[in-house]
T-cell receptor, first 115, second 114 residues
Framework: AQSVSQHNHHVILSEAASLELGCNYS??????LFWYVQYPGQHLQLLLK??????LVKGIKGFEAEFIKSKFSFNLRKPSVQWSDTAEYFC?????????????FGAGTRLAVHP | EPEVTQTPSHQVTQMGQEVILRCVPI?????FYWYRQILGQKVEFLVS????????KSEIFDDQFSVERPDGSNFTLKIRSTKLEDSAMYFC????????????FGPGTRLTVL
């Protein structure tokens, strides 16, 4: 069955530290990859997405992610986090089936950034 | 910027009661989805809907669940007889035509079944 694994459930960082959140998926077909963020009390917002082309994608708020097909990975990075990055981060894979699609989410990583 | 809206934000119900969760997708979107997130767990796909019919549903989406687009703007999720384990955050999402378009999520409805 298709699945998405996020390796870190909780991450605690100080401001200005670098961030890398791991995401691996298991699916051999065509995939689109996403990172969503959920700030406290808010809804899911798209950080960035990969469909094709350059495997290094840049998103909003200084985030970027690299798609490594051979490793089935799509890790999220940010060189210097801020307190306002405190949120839960979800990796998701968009699976196509019969012309329709659906998102398969990872379990999420809760990031706490301390000033 | 257009957004997906959901009502109510929080619904409390007794076990066995019917609930209807409402969503207003973005107006030019054609594909609609429901997901749920049980507290502390991952976001799970429930159902996708296109052209007034279900295009795919998960094993979670059993006979107790139904979806409807009654009037061209609302998209509803009905749970016929709620169970304790239905307590979760329910998210609606919508997207435009085309494989490469992202899904936009609503703020969610927190359903608490007592």
């Amino acid at each position: 069955a298709q699945s998405v694994s996020q390796h870190n459930h909780h991450v605690i960082l100080s401001e200005a530290a670098s961030l890398e959140l791991g995401c691996n998926y298991s699916y051999g077909g065509t995939v689109n990859l996403f990172w969503y963020v959920q700030y406290p009390g808010q809804h899911l917002q798209l950080l960035l997405k990969y469909f094709s082309g350059d495997p290094l994608v840049k998103g909003i708020k200084g985030f970027e992610a690299e798609f490594i097909k051979s490793k089935f990975s799509f890790n999220l990075r940010k060189p210097s986090v801020q307190w306002s990055d405190t949120a839960e981060y979800f990796c998701a894979v968009n699976l196509f089936s019969g012309g329709y699609n659906k998102l398969i989410f990872g379990a999420g990583t809760r990031l706490a950034v301390h000033p | 910027e257009p957004e997906v809206t959901q009502t109510p934000s929080h619904q409390v119900t007794q076990m066995g009661q019917e609930v209807i969760l409402r969503c207003v997708p973005i107006s030019n979107h054609l594909y609609f989805y429901w997901y749920r997130q049980i507290l502390g767990q991952k976001v799970e796909f429930l159902v996708s809907f296109y052209n007034n019919e279900i295009s795919e549903k998960s094993e979670i989406f059993d006979d107790q669940f139904s979806v409807e687009r009654p009037d061209g703007s609302n998209f509803t999720l009905k749970i016929r007889s709620t169970k304790l384990e239905d307590s979760a955050m329910y998210f609606c999402a919508s997207r435009e035509r085309g494989d490469y378009n992202e899904q936009f999520f609503g703020p969610g409805t927190r359903l608490t079944v007592l």
